[in-house]
């Protein structure tokens, strides 16, 4: 194993409707912390952070295409080092 | 229950994306490769693949008309709902939109300038992929600056300060401060553009310059910013991986590219850090509730995240961290109480007001800053509230001079002790030029023909360019009207405020 | 919290933005005005570009042709960011709705030969004429004097890559869900002798320094191309058991008319303007003289093409 623990970060925007989203990356990141701030949350964790389509799609109870993460995102701190149909994962790349 | 219905069948998105991007290249064959790129060989970086180009993010256009038409149309609700209830009125404090003013002023015509210099990239890069990502930012900066000026437009009708942004942002002393930075990084060669704006200022700054601005928003009742806010910063995260993707590609393209891309890290690094000390001042100043001091900020998204997480990831390539960060780390203590007396000082002249925090708001500073706040700072403001007792109020007569390099008035304090003022000069063509730190000083002796050029608002002020040489005239030309500037309380805002609640019973909701 | 007074209506103490009252008096603008007047820097530029030393970063001498001032000019579609992407998703939606009905019931696959013909060796091709354009059109995006010109030009530029995308993705269409189609149009677009007239035109145009003359040489062939390659063919296309075409072109049909709205209206902008109208004139003129026969040039050997494939079949 030579992935780091440096610590990746996504932020988003406190709305209602991002709250499923949010609780997908919860269930598929156990390390995941959360910090509010006004506005905003902000969901870091060490070495990195996935967020799964097929979860997402469980926690909306509908469909959801990868691109539309792109409606709540508001900051990130690391690399998209994946982004495919059903995958998103930010991390640290070397 | 309806069954889910199955996936229609297509091209997975990363092949399908490149069909409609990547596949899109242009190779001449009927007249040069230079006459069709000519800007892309003169700064001595060489690629070699441009298909090397990732972009994760792999935005079609209709996927990318149908999210911004869904972002606009959340956007403008809000912003035709908080004006028809006015919600102006229910902001923490008509001072707190002093932030907003220098917002409009100072960042809306930088989103502007990042919107036509993007479509440049769009247009002389020579990789398909990434100029269509420049395309792209080009597109959604013009959004940002359109969508700024429409959430201001409603404030704009009842408070001073907003009215000439485009006019004073070409002309007002402060202005200069981001106005020399766009033109400095547009002026430069594309491959400099890109280093500058899209890794330096969009990846490496922008959660300190823009969070900051929309948390705040977000707690003194301004929900209108703080929903352009968050909403804009959805494309910046495409934006912040531009410029990541732009920096790693240039630094695996060749090894020779590693130095002149660590230089341009640490020029702009400095240069992006010295525009943010406005940000800095606003943030610990301007908000009747504060929300994270600068120093905590630049902790938790400099130091941490980029620090932290970033430059080891960088390392790989050879890239160190930039120049000077440790003159930026030694002065986070007082970055925002220096910049914040320039403009308390000065701000007869400026088009927004300032005051001297109220005990309440000097309590959370210096609980903020234990280490400088009551030894340093406090006891200005101290002096200030008692002459202000006694119905005065201190200006600073006269004009400051300003950094040739950052064009902040020279007030920043040495590294080592915050008590000495740092000046620092350097010789060009048998002239004395003056500049405000290490970092300044750096970024003049590596390129003093380019910042001799540089249009500094003092001595243009002395050179009779502004209007003539008294203060009315200068104001008059800076589009400044009577009672924009100088003092909040018992300015035109501050009046029309309590009027406007007076008598009114406050019902907690 | 709430006021009382929120219930009183506070008179606004001006309607707009300064510049725009100095132009219009103080009266409620619309949002079209305020994102558009006067947003582009007008002086105290602070260095010098290090690719045009003797320009400004903003500087009308970019063109030969001018305005007295640029604001006189308005994007008759009122479009700013918003109106623009609200309208252009409308327009992608109902390309995607109606090629997915192509697709399910593979009405693109199983069109007729000749007219797959056409389709491979004309039609899909011209995706990369298209993002030729997107380079013609974005110069203008930078260079274009006053934002109401500038930003007619970035909405035509990503326009541009949107026509690429459609093109594109009927390409996808024809060879039933792969690639296939575009690898050969590409091909064809590179060495097929027909194509070569217009990809010589274009790229003589990409490198022409006055960006409006770039734009205007483009839309000499824009005018002859679409009305040739999309609305032209559609009774053809009808009746020859290609609706499918039909059905598709009718998008492109749709952009064009909605890009000669602007240029048409600031050409005549450039025409009238009261201090540079006629020498605008003898430049236009002179522009339509150098690219107005290369455009017929270049399209009539599409047309012929297309004409000798589906005339074949008819006969």
């Given at each position: 194993m030579t992935s780091t623990l440096r610590q990746v970060g996504i932020d988003i925007q406190d709305a209602e409707e991002n709250r499923p989203l949010v609780n997908a990356i919860k269930a598929d990141n156990p390390e995941l912390t959360i910090r509010h701030l006004p506005g905003l949350l902000k969901l870091q964790a060490a070495g990195r952070i996935v967020i799964n389509r097929e979860t997402v799609e469980s926690q909306l109870g509908r469909e959801w295409d990868t691109g539309e993460f792109q409606l709540a995102i508001v900051s990130y701190a690391g690399n998209f080092s994946e982004w495919d149909d059903d995958q998103i994962i930010v991390s640290w790349e070397h | 229950m309806t069954q889910a219905k199955p996936?229609?069948?297509?091209?997975?998105l990363k092949e399908r994306y490149a069909l409609l991007t990547?596949?899109?290249d242009w190779e001449p064959s009927y007249v040069e490769r230079e006459k069709l790129f000519?800007?892309?060989?003169y700064e001595g970086i060489k690629i070699h693949?441009?298909?090397g180009w990732q972009d994760p993010?792999?935005?079609t256009v209709d996927a990318y008309y149908k999210y911004q038409a869904e972002k606009d149309k959340r956007l403008y609700a809000v912003l035709d709902s908080f004006a028809q209830s006015q919600g102006?009125?229910?902001?923490?404090?008509?001072?707190?939109?002093n932030a907003i003013k220098l917002f409009i002023q100072g960042v809306t015509p930088l989103e502007y300038a990042a919107h036509r210099h993007f479509a440049y990239l769009a247009r002389y890069l020579e990789g398909p992929a990434p100029r269509f990502a420049a395309l792209c930012q080009s597109v959604d900066e013009l959004r940002h600056c359109q969508t700024q000026i429409h959430t201001i437009s409603n404030y704009n009708k009842y408070y001073g300060?907003?009215?000439?942004w485009s006019k004073m942002h070409d002309r007002v002393w402060y202005l200069s401060v981001p106005k020399s930075l766009f033109d400095d990084a547009m002026t430069a060669g594309p491959f400099e553009f890109l280093i500058s704006i899209?890794?330096?200022?969009?990846?490496?700054?922008t959660n300190l310059l823009f969070v900051p601005f929309m948390s705040g928003a977000s707690f003194n009742g301004d929900m209108p910013t703080m929903s352009f806010g968050f909403s804009a910063q959805s494309d910046e995260s495409r934006h912040m991986t531009l410029g990541l993707e732009a920096i790693k590609f240039l630094l695996e393209?060749?090894?020779?590219?590693v130095p002149i891309i660590q230089a341009w890290i640490d020029k702009w690094f400095w240069r992006a850090y010295r525009m943010s000390a406005l940000v800095a001042g606003m943030m610990d100043y301007?908000?009747?509730?504060?929300?994270?001091?600068w120093k905590e900020a630049f902790e938790l998204y400099?130091?941490?995240?980029?620090?932290?997480?970033l430059f080891p990831d960088l390392e790989y390539y050879g890239i160190t961290p930039p120049r000077h960060v440790e003159d930026a780390i030694a002065e986070k203590d007082h970055l925002s109480h220096q910049v914040y007396k320039i403009l308390h000082n000065f701000s007869f002249a400026a088009a927004f007001t300032t005051q001297t925090p109220s005990e309440e708001h000097s309590a959370w500073l210096s609980e903020q800053y234990p280490g400088s706040y009551d030894e340093l700072y406090k006891p200005v403001w101290d002096k200030h509230a008692r002459t202000e007792a006694a119905g005065g109020r201190i200006f600073f007569q006269g004009l400051p001079q300003l950094c040739q390099?950052?064009?902040?008035?020279?007030a920043f304090t040495e590294p080592d002790d915050p008590t000495a003022i740092s000046f620092r000069t350097s010789e060009f063509t048998g002239e004395t030029f003056h500049t405000c730190s290490n970092g300044c000083k750096w970024i003049f002796d590596r390129e003093p023909e380019k910042f001799v050029q540089a249009w500094l608002p003092v001595h243009q002020i002395y050179q009779g360019n502004?209007?003539?040489?008294?203060v009315p005239e200068v104001l008059d030309w800076y589009g400044i009207q009577d009672g924009?500037?100088?003092?909040?309380?018992?300015?035109p805002d501050q009046r029309s405020w309590a009027e406007w609640h007076s008598g009114a019973p406050k019902q907690e909701s | 919290m709430q006021y009382e007074l929120r219930y009183q209506v506070i008179e606004a103490k001006?309607?707009?933005y300064q510049n725009v009252i100095d132009r219009f008096g103080d009266q409620p603008a619309t949002r079209y005005q305020e994102a558009t007047l006067d947003v582009e820097p007008r002086e105290n530029f602070h260095y010098r570009p290090t690719w045009a030393q003797?320009?400004?970063?903003?500087?009308?001498?970019?063109?030969?042709l001018r305005l007295?001032?640029?604001?006189?000019?308005?994007d008759p579609r009122g479009f700013y960011y918003t109106p623009y992407v609200t309208n252009r998703a409308a327009l992608h939606d109902e390309f995607g709705k109606t090629l997915t009905y192509l697709e399910d019931r593979e009405l693109l696959v199983t069109l007729p030969e000749a007219w797959r013909s056409v389709l491979g060796s004309v039609v899909i091709p011209l995706r990369h004429y298209e993002s030729g354009c997107q380079l013609v059109s974005v110069t203008g995006a930078r260079f274009a004097h006053g934002t109401s010109l500038a930003q007619c030009c970035t909405f035509a530029a990503f326009d541009r890559i949107g026509n690429a995308q459609m093109l594109s993705r009927v390409g996808i269409a024809v060879a039933g869900g792969v690639g296939d189609t575009l690898t050969t149009a590409k091909q064809e677009w590179l060495d097929g002798a027909h194509l070569q007239p217009l990809r010589r035109l274009v790229e003589e145009i990409m490198v022409v320094d006055d960006w409006a003359e770039g734009l205007l040489a483009i839309d000499h062939v824009d005018s002859l191309l679409f009305p040739a390659m999309y609305a032209g063919l559609d009774e053809k296309a009808l009746l020859g058991g290609a609706g499918a075409y039909s059905l598709v072109a009718q998008y492109l049909t749709t952009w064009f008319a909605d890009q000669r709205r602007w240029i048409d209206a600031l050409v005549s902008a450039w025409r009238g303007d009261p201090e540079h109208g006629p020498s605008n004139t003898a430049h236009l003129d002179r522009i339509a003289a150098t690219w107005g026969p290369r455009a017929e040039e270049a399209v009539g050997a599409l047309t012929a093409v297309v004409a000798g494939r589906l005339d074949g079949v008819a006969a």
């Open positions: - | 996936r229609a069948k297509k091209l997975p990547r596949d899109l000519p800007y892309t060989s693949d441009w298909d993010f792999r935005l102006h009125l229910g902001l923490a404090d008509a001072s707190y939109l300060g907003f009215h000439s899209s890794f330096s200022f969009e990846y490496l700054l393209q060749d090894e020779g590219n301007m908000l009747p509730k504060p929300v994270m001091s400099f130091e941490d995240q980029m620090l932290g997480g390099v950052c064009q902040v008035p020279m502004c209007g003539g040489p008294s924009d500037n100088g003092e909040y309380k018992g300015s | 001006r309607q707009s003797d320009r400004e970063l903003y500087d009308p001498r970019y063109s030969a007295t001032d640029p604001y006189s000019y308005a």
